[in-house]
């Protein structure tokens, strides 16, 4: 607004009069639009307005060069700037919603503990377990395993534990009572806690006052060597002893060394008698065994015990056969039969027993670099998949034709794998989600045929694979590191 403004509504605008015009350089309010406004008149009536280029000196040019160059360099570390910090913000929020995450369950599933023959399952009964009918929906029956092999039960947390009995030496007449830190012996007292311990899954032994576990300050230094025993075979009614540079069988003489065996640290048998130790002369059918200069990573003088007293070089389905040959010389044989079985002399149990350094728990068999549980009762692919879980292990899955060879020789009856079609019919996937292709399938002809009714799969004694309802009790197979 130009001049100045009266308060009166009849006052109109006149030339000359109000504020005075500064001269044309001055004005501080040179109007967009040089007309007058409309129904008004002109504050400068009478005198004509020239607009032009404003002039523009070098220096000037190139100072208004320069700090716009500045400007944009400003601003682009100010950008910069502003971006490393908004990338620092962002890696800061997603570490703090990793942090939010829980972390991977550390327990199975929940199951009910069944059993087929009293058609109930497992249920407290005060701080006792009993046995009633099975009701799913229930938290009072279910049941989990967590690491270590505990069975946590559902509706309490409690996990499941042997009654309280009292540690007793009949020499001393005592039994064991907590002294300070270590254990002592004294007078025994049914009714003191501190005379009181318990069996907790995974062989921990608990003590009933202090809630601790019995554990000793160090590990005992192991054996170099198993104690002496002779292998023998029941079939033959013989021991195994040298022939030669070959092994051969002969009556069994507990006296003499050239009898004797023990076991050495990395599956190595040693004969006494020569200080040499068991060993193939290639991992084949029909390979002769004999004594060799001993080498612990020799995987020609490496041996294993598979179940029913097989005794095998260790990471193949070959065994150590007698019988086979006609200069009754001992060699590697793909037979399970009776002459493939030994014994430690004098006992019932297979010479693995025998061992402290074999590479898989006693009961396992070892083939290339894992250990193979093979179950003696029935279960659901579901309730085998834990027990599994709760050794360490996982169900089977078979990768070549020599592990399909390994299980051939083992299996007595259809058995799960770790393969199911549950999630997408057809599509077969392991337990880690992967999808199985054809190149790694063994199924009998015929199979996989029971559609959205059979989602898990099954190997056969002959090696091969089908389908059944994931409820149907069959044998398992556990496979896991040594």
């Given at each position: 607004?130009?001049?100045?403004?009266?308060?009166?509504?009849?006052?109109?605008?006149?030339?000359?009069?109000?504020?005075?015009?500064?001269?044309?350089?001055?004005?501080?309010?040179?109007?967009?639009?040089?007309?007058?406004?409309?129904?008004?008149?002109?504050?400068?009536?009478?005198?004509?307005?020239?607009?032009?280029?404003?002039?523009?000196?070098?220096?000037?040019?190139?100072?208004?060069?320069?700090?716009?160059?500045?400007?944009?360099?400003?601003?682009?570390?100010?950008?910069?700037?502003?971006?490393?910090?908004?990338?620092?913000?962002?890696?800061?929020?997603?570490?703090?919603?990793?942090?939010?995450?829980?972390?991977?369950?550390?327990?199975?599933?929940?199951?009910?503990?069944?059993?087929?023959?009293?058609?109930?399952?497992?249920?407290?009964?005060?701080?006792?377990?009993?046995?009633?009918?099975?009701?799913?929906?229930?938290?009072?029956?279910?049941?989990?395993?967590?690491?270590?092999?505990?069975?946590?039960?559902?509706?309490?947390?409690?996990?499941?534990?042997?009654?309280?009995?009292?540690?007793?030496?009949?020499?001393?007449?005592?039994?064991?009572?907590?002294?300070?830190?270590?254990?002592?012996?004294?007078?025994?007292?049914?009714?003191?806690?501190?005379?009181?311990?318990?069996?907790?899954?995974?062989?921990?032994?608990?003590?009933?006052?202090?809630?601790?576990?019995?554990?000793?300050?160090?590990?005992?230094?192991?054996?170099?060597?198993?104690?002496?025993?002779?292998?023998?075979?029941?079939?033959h009614s013989g021991c195994v002893v040298p022939s030669g540079q070959w092994l051969s069988l002969s009556g069994c003489d507990p006296s003499s060394p050239s009898q004797r065996f023990q076991w050495l640290p990395g599956g190595l048998l040693r004969h006494a008698g020569t200080g040499l130790c068991v060993g193939a002369t290639r991992d084949a059918p029909a390979a002769l065994v004999g004594l060799r200069p001993c080498q612990a990573g020799s995987?020609?003088?490496?041996?294993?015990?598979?179940?029913?007293?097989?005794?095998?070089?260790?990471?193949?389905?070959?065994?150590?056969?007698?019988?086979?040959?006609?200069?009754?010389?001992?060699?590697?044989?793909?037979?399970?039969?009776?002459?493939?079985?030994?014994?430690?002399?004098?006992?019932?149990?297979?010479?693995?027993?025998?061992?402290?350094?074999?590479?898989?728990?006693?009961?396992?068999?070892?083939?290339?670099?894992?250990?193979?549980?093979?179950?003696?009762?029935?279960?659901?692919?579901?309730?085998?998949?834990?027990?599994?879980?709760?050794?360490?292990?996982?169900?089977?899955?078979?990768?070549?034709?020599?592990?399909?060879a390994l299980v051939q020789a083992q299996l007595r009856g259809p058995s799960w794998l770790g393969i199911r079609d549950s999630d997408r019919e057809g599509t077969w996937s392991r337990g880690d989600g992967t999808a199985l292709g054809p190149e790694l399938s063994f199924w009998h002809p015929g199979e996989p045929n029971g559609g959205t009714r059979e989602n898990c799969a099954a190997v056969g004694p002959d090696g091969l694979w089908a389908d059944?309802?994931?409820?149907?009790?069959?044998?398992?197979?556990?496979?896991?590191?040594?």
């Amino acid at each position: 607004m130009y001049g100045n403004m009266e308060t009166a509504l009849d006052t109109a605008w006149a030339a000359g009069e109000g504020c005075p015009h500064p001269p044309p350089d001055e004005d501080p309010y040179e109007p967009l639009d040089p007309s007058p406004p409309k129904g008004r008149p002109s504050p400068t009536a009478g005198t004509s307005v020239t607009l032009g280029t404003p002039r523009v000196t070098p220096r000037g040019a190139l100072v208004a060069l320069v700090a716009l160059v500045a400007l944009a360099v400003t601003l682009l570390l100010l950008l910069g700037t502003l971006g490393a910090r908004r990338i620092s913000d962002l890696e800061a929020a997603l570490e703090a919603e990793k942090a939010k995450e829980p972390p991977p369950t550390a327990a199975s599933p929940w199951f009910l503990l069944y059993n087929q023959h009293h058609s109930g399952c497992v249920v407290p009964s005060g701080q006792w377990l009993s046995l009633s009918h099975c009701d799913p929906s229930s938290p009072s029956q279910r049941f989990q395993w967590l690491p270590g092999g505990l069975l946590r039960h559902a509706g309490t947390g409690l996990c499941v534990a042997s009654p309280w009995f009292l540690l007793y030496n009949q020499h001393h007449s005592g039994c064991v009572v907590p002294s300070g830190q270590w254990l002592s012996l004294s007078g025994c007292d049914p009714s003191s806690p501190s005379q009181r311990f318990q069996w907790l899954p995974g062989g921990l032994l608990r003590h009933a006052g202090t809630g601790l576990c019995v554990g000793a300050t160090r590990d005992a230094p192991k054996p170099s060597s198993s104690p002496w025993f002779l292998l023998y075979n029941q079939h033959h009614s013989g021991c195994v002893v040298p022939s030669g540079q070959w092994l051969s069988l002969s009556g069994c003489d507990p006296s003499s060394p050239s009898q004797r065996f023990q076991w050495l640290p990395g599956g190595l048998l040693r004969h006494a008698g020569t200080g040499l130790c068991v060993g193939a002369t290639r991992d084949a059918p029909a390979a002769l065994v004999g004594l060799r200069p001993c080498q612990a990573g020799s995987r020609l003088q490496r041996w294993g015990c598979a179940r029913g007293a097989l005794l095998g070089l260790a990471g193949t389905a070959l065994n150590f056969n007698f019988g086979h040959e006609r200069q009754r010389r001992v060699l590697l044989y793909g037979g399970t039969g009776n002459w493939s079985r030994w014994l430690a002399h004098g006992s019932e149990r297979d010479v693995c027993s025998k061992a402290y350094f074999l590479p898989c728990s006693q009961g396992w068999v070892f083939f290339r670099h894992s250990c193979y549980f093979f179950s003696s009762f029935a279960a659901s692919w579901d309730n085998s998949r834990t027990f599994c879980w709760a050794l360490g292990a996982r169900l089977l899955e078979v990768d070549d034709s020599e592990e399909k060879a390994l299980v051939q020789a083992q299996l007595r009856g259809p058995s799960w794998l770790g393969i199911r079609d549950s999630d997408r019919e057809g599509t077969w996937s392991r337990g880690d989600g992967t999808a199985l292709g054809p190149e790694l399938s063994f199924w009998h002809p015929g199979e996989p045929n029971g559609g959205t009714r059979e989602n898990c799969a099954a190997v056969g004694p002959d090696g091969l694979w089908a389908d059944y309802p994931c409820e149907t009790p069959l044998g398992w197979v556990c496979e896991g590191a040594p």
